[in-house]
């Protein structure tokens, strides 16, 4: 069973910048892709970006200002996030495709906070 520990968030000013980091362990042979969700207080949990056979994409209102990456051989996915939005704020997930499913179950998240 694939696990992931997300770290990397915190508190930061409009503007600022944060590196998300998610280690993800045990069989990962058969994962065809990678994710980002966000969850805001009180809204369901979206994707905000993804790495699908090599491709990255990104919710629109991010596009511009975060990047997916991965480190393959470490099994790490990373979102860099620059010039963080107060909409921005919210407990931050990473995913994982296993074939043509995704991951039900999830690790504890981030939590990213953007002061205006």
């Known amino acids: 069973q694939v696990q992931s520990v997300e770290s990397g968030g915190g508190l930061v000013q409009s503007g600022g910048s944060l590196r998300l980091s998610c280690q993800f362990t045990?069989?990962?042979?058969?994962?065809?892709?990678m994710a980002w969700y966000r969850q805001a207080p009180g809204k369901q949990r979206e994707m905000v970006a993804s790495?699908?056979?090599?491709?990255?994409h990104y919710q629109e209102s991010v596009t511009g200002r975060f990047t997916i990456s991965r480190d393959s051989a470490n099994h790490i996915l990373y979102l860099q996030m620059n010039n963080l939005k107060p909409e921005d704020a919210g407990d931050y997930y990473c995913?994982?495709?296993?074939?043509?499913?995704?991951?039900?179950?999830w690790g504890q998240g981030t939590q990213v906070t953007v002061s205006s």
């Open positions: 045990g069989r990962l042979v058969a994962a065809t892709g």
């Open positions: 790495i699908l056979g090599g491709r990255t």
């Open positions: 995913n994982v495709r296993i074939g043509g499913v995704w991951r039900t179950s």
